[in-house]
């Protein structure tokens, strides 16, 4: 028995040897920045739980971080390849810091406005002459510009804007230490739950679409000229992940929530994707090819030029690049 299963084991390992190898194409590692938060990294969650980046030939490992600005730091220094973020997009990329090549959403209602009204604050005129916490150069920090400059007041002369990471912003606000707060959701939730006095002056749905800010994907400028097939990858996979989100809702955001932000009750997901607004693949091919994303782009690039006065200034024209999702998606 022992020889005849020896000389079976023999034959089979010689017939082995002798058929050709199937050989398998290990999937192509990635390092994708992302901030921990629905309006960002929605579609990436979705996408991981349904399998995509392994059905698309992907193995991203996923670095979470606080801010846009740490994102492209990060990304410019080359210890990520690719990421996605909120406004900030319009930002580095205007330096000539990575391009632009997907867009996630509009920040339909992510920013917000909070006030104190126990400390005088009820009206955008109680607020001339006070402190406003936010993280400048964030998605919250241009909300707040354009409401400002909308309601009278210049950004520059009429407030004292106080920078702080968005948790200190909101412990500040929280604290009295500041009467009011420009922030980015879930971070209401924690203000709604210690300050059920606190008033939301403004959104930032008040001034969509003529100031809608978009958040989305951008590589490094190396990484992206030299892997334009990784990324049609990246957009082959969101561009699934993004329709199913959309034509399943409830369904998506049970499986992100359960899956993704445990911590996070899955009402709270909910009013989150609420603050956002969406579009299925086909509506955005249509916003990239007659320039709309293009324009949103550089409408916010347009504060950041001032605000940081950055010279000779990349156009959205020319650090956003239609092409590659256009090439994926038809319009």
């Not at 349904?50 to 996923?62: H, V």
């Amino acid at each position: 028995m022992k020889r005849r299963n020896f000389l079976e084991l023999a034959a089979v390992s010689a017939a082995a040897l002798a058929a050709p190898a199937i050989v398998r194409a290990q999937p192509r590692k990635l390092k994708v920045g992302y901030l921990h938060t629905l309006a960002v990294d929605g579609q990436i969650w979705l996408a991981d739980s349904m399998g995509l980046w392994e059905k698309n030939g992907l193995s991203p490992e996923f670095i979470q971080f606080q801010t846009g600005l740490e994102l492209f730091q990060a990304m410019s220094g080359g210890s990520i390849d690719v990421l996605s973020t909120g406004a900030v997009l319009s930002n580095f990329p205007a330096r000539g810091q990575g391009k632009a090549f997907l867009i996630n959403n509009v920040e339909f209602a992510t920013a917000q406005l909070w006030v104190h009204p126990d400390m005088g604050v009820n009206s955008f005129e109680d607020l001339k002459g006070k402190k406003i916490s936010t993280t400048a150069g964030t998605t919250a920090h241009v909300f707040l510009d354009r409401a400002l400059r909308a309601n009278g007041l210049d950004p520059r002369k009429d407030i004292q804007i106080v920078n702080q990471r968005m948790q200190d912003a909101v412990t500040a606000f929280i604290s009295k230490a500041v009467p009011a707060v420009a922030l980015w959701v879930p971070f209401n939730i924690s203000v709604r739950q210690h300050v059920p006095n606190a008033k939301m002056l403004v959104d930032a749905s008040k001034y969509y679409p003529e100031a809608a800010i978009v958040g989305g994907w951008a590589a490094g400028n190396r990484f992206y000229e030299q892997n334009p097939d990784v990324l049609k990858r990246i957009i082959s996979t969101w561009v699934v992940a993004n329709d199913h989100l959309i034509s399943n809702t409830e369904e998506s955001l049970t499986t992100i929530q359960q899956k993704y932000y445990p911590n996070v009750p899955l009402a709270d997901i909910k009013e989150q994707y609420q603050a956002q607004k969406m579009f299925t693949s086909k509506d955005w091919a249509k916003m990239y090819q007659d320039g709309t994303v293009g324009q949103w782009l550089q409408q916010v690039t347009d504060f950041f030029v001032d605000f940081a006065n950055i010279p000779n200034a990349v156009p959205a024209s020319q650090y956003f690049d239609p092409k590659l999702y256009l090439e994926t998606v038809k319009a």
